[in-house]
Structure formats: structure tokens, C-alpha cells
């Protein structure tokens, strides 16, 4: 997020003040059947100026950071970056159901800078762990099983371990820089 916005959500607004509308964003979107509030209708809501609405919707949680919506939307808007400010905020701002949604970024996050790629089996036990809910990893336990037993997921393997150590922190020290 750019740093000259003192109200962040003032910079979310001026971002897709240019969104025409049109939805090719929604269109684009592999994960709109799992928003509640669709990315075309999410712009308009700020374009609104109703960024309780916008802070509300999960929407932005959902968004996985494919890039399809920015790569297609005829006004070139950073729909993507908009997507992530709104999960910035959300956390900053401590809206309903970012604590809990948050969990699973700083797992995914943690996991990756660890393993050098992301380890699933590890991923999904730290982050049903911070979850502090043993009847939640019981529920996921079958799934975890048959993905093992067909070779979608891995137990963990020291491989590339910490490869990425390198690149994330100089990551945080241009981000670190003034
Ligand atoms: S594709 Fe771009 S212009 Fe069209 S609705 Fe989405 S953000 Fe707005
Ligand atoms: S970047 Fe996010 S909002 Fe855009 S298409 Fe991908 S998942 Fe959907």
C-alpha cells in the first residue's frame, strides 16, 4: 500500500474510483462461487463509500491472488493489490473474522518460508493447531488421509528446506527501507 494515505480505505476508493462496472472481474474469478459479495459489486460498494459493507464481506479473504481479474480488466485497475490492501486493513483495523481468517495466512506464510515450498500435511497441522478446535482436525482427518494415499500430499521432507530464507529477508529489508 502506498505510504502518502494517511486512511488507507481512502486509497482502496481512489484505486477503482475507474471501475466501469463492466464484470469481467466477477466473470474471470475461479473463487466468485465462494464470495458472498461478487468482485464487480465489491468495487461498487467503495465506490459508495460504503467500506462497512466492503470491511464486512469476506469476499477479499477468498481471493487466492491469481491475478485473472487484473490480467483481463479492461481498465487496467490493480484489482489484485485492492483485493490484499483489503486484507491489510481488515487485520489492522481487527474487523469481525480477520483474527480467525488470519490464521491460515500466518500459517501458509510460516510454512513456506520454512519448508521452501509449502508443505501441506505441515501447513494444515500448524494452522488447525492455532485453530485451537481438535474437532475441526478431526473432521479434516479422512480428507488428509485419502489425499496421502493418492499422493497429493506429502509428509514433510527436508528438500528445500529454508531455500527461500535468503529472499524473504531481503523482501523485509526493502520493506523495512524508509
Ligand atoms: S473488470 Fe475492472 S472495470 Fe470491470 S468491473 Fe472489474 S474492476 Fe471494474
Ligand atoms: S485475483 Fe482474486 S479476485 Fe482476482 S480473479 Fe483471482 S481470486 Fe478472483
Redesign the pocket.
Known amino acids: 500500500m502506498n505510504a502518502k494515505h494517511a486512511d488507507p480505505a481512502a486509497e482502496i476508493r481512489e484505486h ?1 474510483a475507474a ?8 466473470a474471470s474469478c475461479p473463487n466468485a462461487a465462494f464470495m458472498d459479495v461478487s ?2 459489486r465489491l ?1 461498487r460498494l467503495a465506490q459508495l463509500n460504503r467500506m462497512d459493507l466492503v470491511a464486512a464481506s469476506r469476499t477479499f479473504w477468498m481471493c487466492s491472488a491469481c491475478y485473472m ?1 487484473t490480467l ?4 487496467g ?1 490493480p ?1 489484485t493489490e485492492t483485493m490484499y490492501a483489503l486484507k491489510r486493513l481488515a487485520a489492522r483495523t481487527d474487523a469481525p473474522g480477520a483474527r480467525s481468517r488470519q490464521a491460515f495466512y500466518r500459517a501458509f506464510a510460516e510454512n513456506l518460508e520454512h519448508w521452501g515450498r509449502v508443505q501441506e500435511g505441515a501447513l494444515m497441522n500448524t494452522y488447525l493447531r492455532r485453530k485451537a478446535n481438535p474437532l475441526l482436525a478431526l473432521s479434516f482427518a479422512p480428507l488428509g488421509w485419502k489425499l496421502l494415499r493418492r499422493g497429493k500430499m506429502h509428509l514433510p521432507r527436508g528438500g528445500h528446506k529454508g531455500r527461500l530464507g535468503p529472499l524473504l529477508n531481503k523482501v523485509r529489508e526493502m520493506e523495512a527501507r524508509p
Open positions: 477503482m471501475c466501469m462496472q463492466c464484470g469481467t472481474c466477477s468482485p464487480r468495487w481479474c483481463r480488466c479492461p481498465r485497475l484489482t
